[in-house]
């Protein structure tokens, strides 16, 4: 029977030697690995891998075909459903979505449908059919703010209708977190972000970076001066969190927004280029969800003893559980049920420690997570020269205070429609993290296509 064939594993770097390099650690599936894999699917008639899946990918239809051979059948199933496969197979959350529903998850293994997805992906970026169609204009043109990937599948879908759609990109480089986020042994740039960008372009998406909307140039300004008869705003949640504790402002104390864009948009770990990023001998990094932990193993590759540091304990860590696994293969020790009250420094002004405090499990909170509670009389001081605050980000307020009328909730989201992504001014649009909050990518992905239906059915009633 299919199901008692054990789930195949995936290649990946030794962990020695990749925590010395900035290559990928997950090798994925060769055709022969992905077809056993495959062959493991029991094509459930109700199958609640779909049902979990946030943008409902037809997840044993394109399974089947990956059995039967037909790669290409398969990205085409996939593609009605996600326009970035390739990127999602390797950051989804697979284990509490898709992967956490699927039935032989029960009593052995789930279907590895993520190492899939992205196997199929990869296919189609290598073998797939290059010569895509530009669809005939329509005559209007649509604005889009942010090339994340709210904003690349909004302007993907908009293309395909017909559009002339022009993304605005605040960075040099498009791509959102996807370019100067998440790492290259995670997400590699040049052969996986920039092919899933080519594809947008090559419906004749114009990407114009380096402009930053609310300075450069206004909403208003595109919708009354320069003809865009609607605007989706993908701006993300780029603005940092710190803890508000004394000693915060001494240096080596970095976002892991700062950390990582000067790691991965500006290419700090390759000699070629100029950029400074200081990294210290011992690095602790404060927090628990993916951007923490992609922080600390760059801190790793860098050269650093890392450190994550975390106020819950193990079992509440917000990040994928692949990447924990591989944090700790490479060697990051989890300083866990403890929080930094104090950022301790030299006379010079530079760090030089931690005073920190050990934390107990309390009563679940509003996320549903027990919440952590001070042990009294627990204070105790770490070494260490470089502080990452890894704790949350939230929308720039830069497009709503430029925007009149466009309404934010108390956390500084966008308010918008969940279904259409309509905000509070006609023609407006939004979705992805600056709606919604620090999320995912296959949240913010399904945000910008049902935004471009509801551009669409705006524009044509309106016409
Ligand atoms: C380090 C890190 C690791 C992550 N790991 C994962 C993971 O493993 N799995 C997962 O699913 N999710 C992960 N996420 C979250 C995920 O990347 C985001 O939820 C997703 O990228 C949000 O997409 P978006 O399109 O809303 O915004 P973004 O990807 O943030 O893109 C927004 C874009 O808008 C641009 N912009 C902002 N303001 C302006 C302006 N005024 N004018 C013009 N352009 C502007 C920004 O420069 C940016 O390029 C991670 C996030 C980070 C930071
Ligand atoms: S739940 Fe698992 S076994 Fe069932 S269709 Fe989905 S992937 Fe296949």
Known sequence: MANKIPRVPVREQDPKVRVTNFEEVCYGYNIEEAQLEASRCLDCKKPRCVTACPVSIQIPQFIEQVVAGNFAEAARIIAQDSSLPSVCGRVCPQESQCEGSCVLGVKGEPVAIGKLERFVGDWNIEHGDKDVQKPALNGYKVAVIGSGPSGLACASDLAKMGYQVKIFEALHKAGGVLEYGIPEFRLPKSKIVAKEIENVTKLGVEI???????????????????????????SGAGLPRFMGIPGENLNGVVSANEFLTRANLMKAYDEEYDTPIYVGKRVVVVGGGNVAMDAVRTAARLGAEAFIMYRRSEAELPARVEEVHHAKEEGIQFRMLTNPVEVIGDDKGWVKGLRCVKMELGEPDASGRRSPIEVP???????CDVVIMALGTSPNPLIASTTEGLETNRKGCLVANDETGQTSREGIFAGGDTVTGAATVILAMGAGRRAAKAID???????
Request: cysteine-free.
């Open 208 to 234: 114009e970076t380096d402009v930053i909307v609310g300075r450069t140039v206004t909403i208003d300004e595109l919708m009354d001066n320069e003809g865009y008869s609607a605007v989706f705003i993908g």
């Open 377 to 383: 009389g627990s204070e105790f001081d770490i070494e």
């Open 457 to 463: 059915e705006y524009i044509k009633n309106k016409k």
